[in-house]
């Protein structure tokens, strides 16, 4: 049967494998009936409180409630957006003003900081008395036949270029395609059981969750805690048996940096997928070199694509200092690089490297101007109307025929998996008072941010305020007070003196 919901996934493996574990978390677990009946109590209380295809913020940590509560938005013929709850209130603030939900659900714990941060015409509802509701099958029924396969199913903000979060809208279709192309990729089954490393918030989460529930098999939350401590963390892989991975390469660092393996080996991972930022080929070969019988797969693409568009299974040896390629697109996804002319590139040439099909988002959030600037039309059809994505990402074709990643168009990066916009973090640096001016740059080698400023403030008051205004991920690494800060022939400050300054400093 054509599926037009995310929720068919689940709904069908409840008539198939009604208690088996579909989701795990310390010292909790859920069967896929149970799962489906709890999110329908959810569901059910979001309708009773005449959300009905609305918007509904998720505001809670990551774990069985969180996913309880996106699903129970879904239930509700509704979108969900998950809130980072260790975010700064401020940037909370600012995507709630975007985002303007009638629900947000919470929890006691997390309560306190979400009223803080909330606007006011926003129900805000604990999870615990949702969760309390009686489940009305036929109300959700009611609303549920009405879905359609291009609803919206979330939003996922990112870090915008004008220091306001970017929501990125993905509809049911988007998330139907790209679960069935990276089953078929991967060959996964009902036997995986995924190690889940990435937040909800983020895009990776999209692949461990709806293919967990494509395949019929186990999502196991994996305390954040743990990548702190690389042979428990191992020790944890064993004892619940993941065999599937899919993290950012700075989990697989950590592991690789400590040398890990000498101490203790995963016993049950046969698959190992990363994405989120480029994965340096010397801490690749120190997983490969330890377990040589694992498929490892390279991932790259943009939220605005629902996770990832193409992708890259090693299949021969790199050195410490290659790069590995992104690959091929995934089927049903289609790949196009283009020059500055708009044209196909030729041989090794570079050019913007831009996506076409099932897996785009529909762009921005209440962002026209800036949805109309990246999701455009396909300058290589005039005959019909067909969006593409401009990732704002340089690449081009090896030998293979496979795509090279080579560097961003813009000062957006990628750290730790999450894609930050430098000039979101120089707007939240530029708006504290003693600040006169500030430039942020990136050392792409050293995957550092480093702060250039001249203001009334010393470095380390600034460390301290950044802090409680900026994202762990987005606070610089490095901060310099300035007299002043140069500028280039066009008046713009000038980033390449930073660098070069940075680098001799180093």
């Not at 990125?168 to 995924?194: M, P």
């Amino acid at each position: 049967m054509m599926k037009k919901n995310i929720l068919d996934y689940l709904e069908e493996k409840v008539k198939e494998i009604p208690n088996n574990v579909v989701f795990e978390e310390d010292h909790r677990d859920i069967t896929y009936l149970r799962f489906e009946e709890e999110a329908k109590r959810v569901g059910t209380g979001i309708l009773k409180h005449s959300v009905i295809r609305g918007r509904v913020a998720v505001y809670l940590d990551k774990g069985i409630d969180c996913l309880l509560a996106m699903f129970g938005a879904l239930y509700s013929n509704s979108l969900y957006c998950v809130l980072d709850t260790k975010s700064p209130v401020e940037r909370i603030d600012r995507i709630l003003d975007i985002l303007d939900p009638q629900m947000i659900i919470t929890d006691e714990k997390n309560a306190e900081n979400i009223y803080c941060a909330s606007r006011p015409k926003a129900k805000i509802v604990l999870l615990e008395n949702l969760k309390r509701q009686d489940m009305d099958e036929v109300l959700i029924a009611s609303v549920l036949e009405k879905a359609i396969d291009t609803d919206p199913a979330y939003i996922l903000f990112t870090s915008g270029s004008t220091g306001v979060p970017k929501g990125s809208v993905v509809s049911h279709r988007s998330v139907i395609n790209y679960a069935e192309s990276v089953t078929e990729t991967f060959h996964l089954g009902s036997e995986v059981i995924f190690g889940s490393q990435t937040p909800f918030y983020f895009s990776m989460s999209v692949l461990d969750i709806f293919v967990t529930l494509r395949t019929g098999g186990k999502l196991v939350v994996i305390p954040k805690m743990l990548f702190s401590f690389p042979v428990k963390l191992i020790e944890f892989l064993n004892e619940h048996r993941i065999n599937t991975l899919y993290w950012v390469p700075t989990a697989m660092n950590i592991v690789a940096n400590r040398n890990t393996f000498s101490a203790i080996l995963p016993q049950y991972l046969t698959k190992i997928l990363f994405a989120g930022e480029v994965m340096p080929v010397k801490q690749l070969n120190y997983w490969i070199d330890h377990l040589p019988d694992c498929l490892f797969a390279n991932l790259y693409g943009p939220t605005e694509i629902t996770d990832t568009g193409t992708y890259y299974i090693v299949n021969r040896r790199f050195e410490d200092n290659e790069t590995l390629p992104i690959g091929v697109p995934f089927r049903n996804s289609d790949v196009i690089i283009l020059n500055d002319k708009n044209e196909l590139v030729k041989g090794e040439e570079e050019g913007e490297i831009c996506f076409r099909g099932s897996f785009l988002g529909y762009g921005y959030f209440d962002d026209w101007e800036k949805t109309a600037q990246v999701f455009c039309q396909n300058p290589l059809n005039t005959h019909y109307p067909e969006s593409i994505y401009r990732t704002g990402d340089i690449g081009r074709y090896n030998e293979y025929g496979e795509i090279l990643y080579i560097s961003r168009k813009d000062f957006q990066i990628k750290r730790n998996g999450c894609r930050i916009e430098l000039g979101e973090v120089e707007s939240n640096v530029a708006a504290i008072p003693q600040i006169q001016n500030c430039v942020c740059i990136y050392d792409q080698n050293a995957m550092k941010i480093v702060l250039y400023y001249v203001g009334n403030i010393q470095e380390e008051e600034l460390s301290i305020l950044l802090q409680e205004k900026l994202v762990k991920y987005m606070q610089p690494d490095h901060i310099v007070r300035e007299k002043r800060l140069p500028v280039n022939a066009n008046g713009k400050y000038d980033r390449q003196a930073l660098m070069k300054e940075y680098q001799e400093r180093r």
